[in-house]
Structure formats: structure tokens, C-alpha cells
């Protein structure tokens, strides 16, 4: 059974930080992962979708690794400013009699102080 | 605007009413799914659907209904047999069933009064 772990649960930072935010999952035949951002109170916003075979994803200053072997997936902020405050979530998806969902873990809350 | 809208934003329940809440999808998407998030914890699903006219349980479907008559709709029903239903609740879409790139609405905050 597929099952996703992100630490921390919760990180502050200062401003102009690099970050990194931690993914990890229990079975590592995954077809992708996907990194969303949601902000208090509102649905999710997709940042980046990595592929398997693909080692980075990157997106102005977002850069998502995977290591599918280890089971793992890195979301890296570079230069974090206090609009990046929100909760990061990653999501891989599995297949099951026909159809496929996507299995999420708990979330990391960010907050980026002036 | 293309997208997905969720209503309302804020329901509230009194216990042993059913409530239904609303999304609908403008993207022209085939796949229409369910997701319950609580605090601390990761997104669980409902129910999903691949087509109109069909629908399937999720992980969590007791005290759920869903209905998918038209492409654009996909209702959810909160009945009275939900003994916890105070959660936020997200509708997401995806290109067609077999796609895994997930796209959300707003979300529907639901308390128990």
C-alpha cells in the first residue's frame, strides 16, 4: 500500500532563504509525483509534475527532484519570499481496478517572515 | 475563464440534515473526483468519476452520494449518515481517466452546527 510522508510538518524562515521541503513514499514503482501549493482556506495550485523518468522539474524558483530508487522527492525554494507562505503537499498516483487516484501526504506548512 | 468552481464556500449542517455541494468544471474534463482534507492530515477521496452516468467509491464513500448526469456536474450529497462530516471538501478534475494530472476547485468548508 502505497503510503507519502513529508517533513516537516511545519517550518519558519526568514526571508531570502533557500529551502528544502522533504517527499517521501513507501512504494517506488510511481508513474509520476506532483507538488501543489494551497494557502489557507483555498483549493490546490499545482507547482510541478515530475515525471518517472525524470530526475528535475523546475519552475522559476521552484525545483522539484525525485529519486525514485530511494523514494524520494525534494521540493526546493530558492531565495523564499513571504508570498512562498502556504502548505506544500505531494501527491504520486495509483492505480487500482481501472482507475487511478492520487494518494497525498499530510502537507508542509511554510511561513516566510519578513 | 477555465476552471474549476466549488459552492459554496461555507455550508453550514445541522445534525441529520443532508446538504449537497456543488462543482462544475469548465474544462471540458472526462474525470471528476472528491477529496476530503482534515487538519493535519492528507487529502482522502470520496468518490470518483471516469464518464457521465458513472461514478465509483473512493476510500471514504459511507455517508456520501454523488450524481453525474451532465460532463460539467458533479454533485456531492452529505447525508445524515456522515457521523463526522466537519472537513474541508475539494472537487478536482482530470483530462480523461487515465490522466494523473489532478486540477482543484476552491473548496467547501462544511461544519456541524
Known amino acids: 500500500k502505497q503510503e507519502v510522508t513529508q517533513i516537516p510538518a511545519a517550518l519558519s524562515v526568514p526571508e531570502g532563504e533557500n529551502l528544502v521541503l522533504n517527499c517521501s513514499f513507501t512504494?517506488?514503482?510511481?508513474?509520476?509525483l506532483q507538488w501543489f501549493r494551497q494557502d489557507p482556506g483555498k483549493g490546490l495550485t499545482s507547482l510541478l509534475l515530475i515525471q518517472s523518468s525524470q530526475r528535475e522539474q523546475t519552475s522559476g524558483r521552484l525545483n522539484a527532484s525525485l529519486d525514485k530508487s530511494s523514494g524520494r522527492s525534494t521540493l526546493y525554494i530558492a531565495a523564499s519570499q513571504p508570498g512562498d507562505s502556504a502548505t506544500y503537499l505531494c501527491?504520486?498516483?495509483?492505480?487500482?481496478?481501472?482507475?487511478?487516484?492520487?494518494?497525498f501526504g499530510a502537507g508542509t506548512r511554510l511561513a516566510v517572515h519578513p | 475563464d477555465g476552471g474549476i468552481t466549488q459552492s459554496p464556500k461555507y455550508l453550514f449542517r445541522k445534525e441529520g440534515q443532508n446538504v449537497t455541494l456543488s462543482c462544475e468544471q469548465n474544462?471540458?474534463?472526462?474525470?471528476m473526483y472528491w477529496y476530503r482534507q482534515d487538519p493535519g492530515q492528507g487529502l482522502r477521496l470520496i468518490y470518483y468519476s471516469q464518464i457521465v452516468n458513472d461514478f465509483q467509491k473512493g476510500d471514504i464513500a459511507e455517508g456520501y452520494s454523488v450524481s453525474r448526469e451532465k460532463k460539467e456536474s458533479f454533485p456531492l450529497t452529505v447525508t445524515s449518515a456522515q457521523k463526522n462530516p466537519t472537513a474541508f471538501y475539494l472537487c478536482a478534475s482530470s483530462p480523461t481517466q487515465g490522466s494523473t494530472e489532478a486540477f482543484f476547485g476552491q473548496g467547501t468548508r462544511l461544519t456541524v452546527v
Open positions: 474544462l471540458n474534463h472526462d474525470a
Open positions: 512504494d517506488s514503482a510511481i508513474y509520476n
Open positions: 501527491a504520486v498516483p495509483v492505480f487500482s481496478g481501472g482507475y487511478n487516484k492520487l494518494i
